[in-house]
Each structure stands twice: as C-alpha cells, then as structure tokens.
C-alpha cells in the first residue's frame, strides 16, 4: 500500500470538514450492538436503586416487564437478566438454582408472554443462589469443578424451559459449554443459543454489580481467582476461547472491556466468530461518577467508550448504558 509523504499528503484534509469526517469514519455504533443487563428482585411494584450505579434499578418482576418493552420499544434486542436473592434465601449449594420456580425462571415467562421478541439472555452460574457467593460449590475451601458443572446443566436447562434464548455461563468452570450443550439438547433445546463467558478475568471491576445482586462481596481469601482468569493472561484467553468454540458455543463474552480490549481484538482476529464485549458494573460507574461530578462530558465517554469496543471488533456489548445510548443513537 502506497502512502504519501508530506506536503503531498496532508492527514487533516480528510478531517476539514463534518462531511467528509462522516464519510471516512470507519465503524459505527447501531442500536442494533446492544444487550442491556437487568436486575429482578421479589416483589410488586418495586423499584430499588442500586447506590453504586447511578440511574441502575433492581425491578420486581412486574417493573421489570415494564422495561423489558422499553428496551424493545428503543430497538434494543436483548437483555440479560440477574437476579437479587434475599439471604434467607440462600444455602451452600444454591438450590433454588435448581428450581424451575425460582426468580430468574418466573421473571423469563413474564418477560416472553409480553414481549415475546425480544431475546432473553441469563447467566449460568451459582453466586446469586450460594450463601458464599461462589459460582460453584465450595467445599473445604475449594470449588469442585464437576459437581458444580452437573448443577449448572440443571440450572440452565430450567432457563430454557422458561423460555430464555441465550444461555450464557459466567462461571468459569471447565468443560462447563459442552457439558450444557449436552443437557440442553437432551432437554429438547437444540435451539438455545450459547453465549460463552470463555474469557472472564477474576476483575475488580465488578464491585458495583456484587452490590446490585447484594453478592460476591466477602469471598476474602483467594477470591474467584481459582476460576476466573488472571488479568495478566492473553493467549491463555485464546485457549479457553477455542475450547468453549469447541464445546458448541455460538458466541463468546470477554469481560470486563475496557481494559481488556487487546483480548478483545485478538478473540476476534483469531476466531472471526461472534464476538461480544461486557462493559462491567466498575465501567459503567467510572463514567456515570465522574459525569455526576461535573468532570467529564458523560455522554461523550459513553458513546466513545461504546465505539471503542466496535472498533477492537466487538459484535455485540452488553452495557448498563445500552438505554441512554439507544436514545443517541435514534436521534
Ligand atoms: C456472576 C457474574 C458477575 C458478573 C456477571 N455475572 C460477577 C462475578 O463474577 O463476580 C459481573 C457483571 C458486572 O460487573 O457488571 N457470575
């Protein structure tokens, strides 16, 4: 490829006017990109702020429909659902993970009986159930990888059976995808989509989302790092990425984002398969802090934070700001 010198070539023509930086602007943000996470708690009529996430709300389910048919009245078109469990609610092995009934499952019926359109997405994995807050079993300080995986396969299969479209395993445990691949065909959902979390690293940025689900924040000790990843590992996330690939996934999370978008790009280089960014809880309210603090022009690093993900090769993020940005996008 033949490239100018200067004076010849002058890289600021092509930026001189709106026009023209419109018409050579290489990738674009659609409505179309995002996925909005969003917390379901017991109840009626309820609305709980979550105090780390300015504007970010736990619903009861009834609420939670109401926003459901905002996210597809914006053209968004999907959401992930987490769950806020009561304590009293909650034992060391998580068993209302294996509850048909339980809030998750009852908040899915809810969501496809009145916005049936629109794609449902839930986390597999056990930390809202478990009194600890693990994503697996924890017995004698450790997490047993293959009793938590046989779990998950039911949990999962119960998200199915309510009606979810993407199962989406937030874990971390091996061989979990093709184990509930496996679980998922022979419950009769061949159709059930797999969006892996194939390279989750064990972040700090999740604090505020451990507050919002009111789990996760006292592991003390090692922390999720026996699961997720280190944030020091690249081809280590090439690695669990081709083996959730080879397990059935059909897409694959890298989490967090931000500061993750080399992982990021390289996924999608080397696998072109779909790819999909989580902007985390710590992301969103970095951004919405400081805009509430009059130091920077939140919007703007919301939508050049969102575009960066695009650019790194994201096919889809999930973001807590998917609904203000849908609302710039459609102006
Ligand atoms: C739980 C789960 C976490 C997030 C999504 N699913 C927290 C964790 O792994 O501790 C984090 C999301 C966020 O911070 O926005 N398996």
Redesign the pocket.
Known sequence: MSRGQYPATRMRRNRMKAFARRMVAENRLSVDDLIW?MFVIEGTNLSEDVASMPGVSRLSIDRLVDQAIEANELGIPAIAI?PSIESSLKDEVGSLARDGENLVCRAVRAIKAAVPDIGVIC?V?L??FTSH?H?GLYQDGEIPNDETVAILCEQAVHQANAGCDIIAP??MMDGRVGAIREALDAAGHQKVQIMA?AA?YA?G??????D??K??SGLGGDG?ATY?MDPSNSDEAMHEIALDLAEGADMVIV??GMPYLDILARAKTEFGVPCVA?????E?SMIAAADANGWMDGDRAMMESLLGFKRAGADAI?T?FAPKAARILAK
């Open positions: 996470p987490f986390d994995a930390d809202p807050g994503d937030s874990d979390y989750k972040s940025f999740y604090g505020p989302f451990r919002a689900v789990a996760g999720k997720q989490k967090p989580y902007q985390v809880s710590g969103f999930l807590y």
